[in-house]
């Protein structure tokens, strides 16, 4: 699998201590190229996430331009997750100082624009609210041919975690889902029905502690508060830590069993508002270009994060 080319990619993020273990293994990863780190509001407010973003590549030694972007949702109220990421966003480990400055653009921007050099490569990886990615596809229609595919981590096809319909990601802008899942790119969702099942149990948290390197400390100080906070507040033993799945399903197309179905987002109900409906009924129009995640290789998830956590220091695959 290392012989083949890096894939690139722009990371969409609002760490977040899941985003803060997705960036590491895609800057870990021989077979990622990140090209671009865009934040959005979203855990926190967009100047936490951002410096959040900032102090994960300062430990990671990720020198990847980072751009701020969306600061609040497209017609709705800014809400965070603050119950389950603390003030900062990422409370927990010790976030050292930025050691490099953030890009002078607007994340959009560095959407387009990245895109545009590079068209039909690029893969966007969102792992926050979708605001950012509305707003490019909206700006500049022409992303919708010209990138390669989107993939999310939001949503389920069953149960969500910020409401019984609706996973929290697509909940804080569901405006913004519905552009994004009907853009008419290639999307796969990545959501609750496959990251509810990727555990940062303690055999994983030895594993990622045995490496002795400070990237790999610092996920396991985050993964001690984020065990702690879903233990308190959703009931898990061991916390499910999303984001980086989004991440590794680009690495390696076999981790996730994928679904072709029409996808949707609920904008307006009562009790539904951000529910992604898949609509199972029938097989796929042949023209469908959404896909919904329906199961996941836990081990072979794991194993590509320490793997990725133990390159880190190393000299950069290109």
């Not at 990245?114 to 490569?121: H, I, L, S």
Request: glycine content about 8%; proline content about 9%; hydrophobic content about 45%.
């Amino acid at each position: 699998m290392t012989d083949l080319p890096p894939i690139p990619i722009i990371l969409d993020c609002d760490p977040g201590h899941d985003d803060a273990v997705a960036m590491l293994l895609a800057w870990g990863s021989p077979r990622i190229d990140l090209l671009a780190i865009t934040t959005v509001g979203g855990n926190q407010t967009l100047a936490k996430v951002t410096r959040n973003a900032q102090s994960v590549a300062a430990v990671g030694g990720i020198t990847t331009p980072i751009a701020a972007g969306a600061v609040r949702p497209l017609v709705r109220p800014v809400v965070v997750a603050d119950g389950v990421h603390g003030e900062t966003g990422l409370d927990g480990p010790a976030l050292p100082p930025p050691s490099q400055p953030l890009d002078a653009r607007h994340a959009v921007d560095v959407i387009i624009q990245t895109v545009a050099a590079r068209p039909g490569e690029v893969t966007i990886v969102a792992t926050g609210p979708l605001t950012n990615l509305a707003l490019a596809v909206r700006q500049a229609p022409e992303l919708a041919h010209t990138v390669k595919e989107v993939v999310v981590m939001g949503g389920a096809i069953g149960v969500g975690n910020w409401s019984p319909a609706a996973e929290f990601n697509i909940v804080v802008d569901p405006e913004a889902a519905q552009i994004v899942f009907t853009a008419g790119w290639q999307v796969t969702m990545a959501g609750l029905d496959v990251t509810h099942s990727a555990l940062a149990t303690p055999d994983v948290v030895r594993r990622i502690g045995d490496i002795g390197t400070r990237p790999a400390a610092f996920v396991c100080e985050a993964l001690a508060f984020f065990a702690e906070t879903y233990k308190r507040t959703q009931g898990f033993d061991a916390p499910p830590v999303h984001d980086p799945v989004a991440v590794a399903y680009v690495i390696d197309r076999a981790l996730l069993q994928v679904l072709q179905a029409p996808i949707d987002v609920e904008t307006q109900g009562r009790l539904t508002t951000g529910m992604t409906v898949v609509d199972r009924r029938l097989p796929a129009p042949v023209d469908c270009r959404t896909f919904a995640a329906t199961g996941v290789d836990v081990p072979r998830f794991w194993d590509l994060v320490v793997d990725a956590l133990q390159r880190i220091g190393e000299p950069k695959h290109t």
